[in-house]
């Protein structure tokens, strides 16, 4: 594919419903991550191209008609950009294998829930409580509890699940009536590209959505600049405590997705094999760059050589290569840095003494890309370096553990709590052990994350909840209104 055939304007940002100029001629080079061939070339933004970003989100929605529409506007203009997304499905899903190493089978499925989760949106638009009708104790004939969009967003996403998690705070802005700055990764900014030509075409007002694509500094800019009523961010949690120390200094709102080190424990009555077949076949998604994966495997002591062994068979048996090939399942990591940063906790882990079962090294027949084995590790301490920091990559760590209740005192020996799962074929015992593990999300025999419920973390695993109708809130500010009757020109109220 040619630059044009990726992105139409690779060279300009979307600002103020129109293709403009970057302030620089900075250029951001995106290497394919299977050949490490460049792919496509953009515009870098600096930190005046965010100020000019900025400016026109907040004139859209200080002055624009788009937070003065009803709900059910919004909602046509929505169903709108689903449909023109819906047309460049294609060479959005090329695009997120290309850039992250996402098997391209899985990203051309995962296509159909970017729209779904737009039309999801559009449907609230009749069925979310914007407002709420309560009696009134201080004088008045009643209160209306009134739901008003928050303002100008900043959206600041990464590279690994691009696509999906800036669709997770767009949606929901876009409904309540905010305007927003999508700041792309460096890495992987092909799809808020795809984002502001589906808008374009869809007709969205000028100045709702704005692309720019940015490095730190200026990323930082957004984030600290007093136009920006709240930052929704998805990404590390060193970079996520910096964003909450920026935005509490300000008193900006927040939405943190952060990191994970999600444990699966492995009860006695369920089967090893089943258990292993099933960690396996989501830990090598994304070739493991995704928060919530379960990469710390808490099973009994006595069970624990039997659970390394069949996780390393299924390991070991992984297909890996070039993603666009039907044979694949499990292709390469984004980048180079992200490839260094997998193998020097690979040596940590040897180093601090756990047992290599599988995996570790560069596959012997890729001369070229950023790949690596799946990886297991057993006999890993709880305290190891493998178990307590966020690798974003295939690599896993089998735990042992005395009892249940250890089990459960392991997994909530973490400074993260985004997910976990229990593995047991007793529902009331997964939903004991369930209610005592510290997590956003604890599935019953597998990764069953419920994006479209709730999605988020219990500790430095973030602040906030993404999807669903909980998703919604973050971008609402809550006001009370005391009447002496009901308005004639209130629209839908729920009682």
């Not at 900025?54 to 008609?65: L, M, Q, S």
């Not at 290599?356 to 709880?382: K, M, W």
Request: aromatic share 6%.
């Amino acid at each position: 594919m040619t630059v044009q055939e990726i992105i139409e304007n690779p060279n300009q940002f979307y600002i103020g419903g129109a293709w403009t100029d970057p302030s620089t001629a900075d250029k951001i080079t995106v290497l394919n991550s299977a050949t490490e061939e460049v792919f496509e070339v953009v515009a870098e933004a600096q930190p005046a191209d965010v100020d000019r970003a900025v400016a026109a989100a907040r004139e859209a929605f200080d002055k624009g008609p788009w937070p003065r529409m009803s709900h059910l506007e919004r909602a046509e203009y929505i169903r709108a950009l689903a449909d023109e997304l819906e047309k460049r499905a294609d060479r959005h899903s090329r695009i997120w294998t290309t850039e992250s190493g996402v098997i391209h089978s899985i990203a051309s499925a995962r296509m159909d829930s970017i729209t779904a989760n737009y039309r999801f949106h559009a449907d609230l638009a009749s069925t979310f409580p914007f407002q709420e009708r309560h009696p009134s104790a201080s004088g008045g004939a009643l209160s209306l509890l009134v739901r008003e969009p928050v303002g100008v967003v900043g959206a600041i996403v990464p590279w690994n699940g691009t696509p999906g998690l800036i669709t997770s705070k767009v949606a929901p802005a876009l409904l309540a009536g905010c305007t927003v700055i999508v700041k792309a990764s460096p890495e992987a900014p092909g799809s808020a590209y795809i984002l502001a030509e589906a808008a374009h075409a869809a007709g969205i007002p000028a100045g709702v959505i704005n692309i720019l694509t940015a490095d730190r500094a200026a990323s930082e800019r957004l984030v600290e600049h007093p136009d920006v009523d709240k930052i929704a961010f998805t990404g590390s949690t060193i970079a996520g405590m910096k964003i909450g120390s920026i935005c509490g200094g300000r008193i900006a709102r927040q939405t943190l997705e952060l990191g994970g080190k999600s444990p699966a424990l492995i009860l006695d009555d369920y089967d090893i094999e089943t258990a292993a077949k099933t960690i396996t076949e989501k830990a090598t998604f994304l070739t493991g760059q995704v928060c919530a994966s379960l990469t710390r495997i808490i099973v009994s002591r006595s069970r624990h050589d039997d659970l390394v062994e069949a996780l390393a068979s299924r390991f070991s048996e992984v297909s890996v290569g070039d993603p666009f090939e039907a044979s694949c399942q499990m292709g390469p990591l984004a980048m180079s840095r992200q490839r260094d940063r997998v193998e020097g906790y690979i040596a940590k882990g040897k180093e601090e003494g756990a047992k290599l079962a599988t995996g570790g090294s560069r596959p012997a027949h890729l001369n070229r890309g950023y790949f690596i084995e799946p990886t297991v590790f057993g006999n890993v301490d709880n305290n190891f370096t493998i178990a307590r920091e966020e690798i974003f990559g295939p690599v896993l760590s089998v735990i042992p553990a005395d009892s249940d209740a250890d089990m459960i005192e392991i997994a909530n020996d973490t400074d993260f709590g985004l997910n976990a799962s229990v593995f047991t074929n007793d529902v009331d015992r997964a939903y004991s052990v369930a209610r005592e593990i510290r997590s956003g999300t604890v599935g019953q025999n597998g990764y069953r994350a419920e994006l479209g419920i709730a999605f988020g973390g219990f500790k430095q695993s973030g602040l906030g909840r993404e999807g669903g109708t909980e998703g919604v809130h973050p971008y609402l500010e809550t006001k009370v209104v005391v009447l002496d009757g009901m308005p004639e020109n209130a629209g839908r109220v729920v009682e």
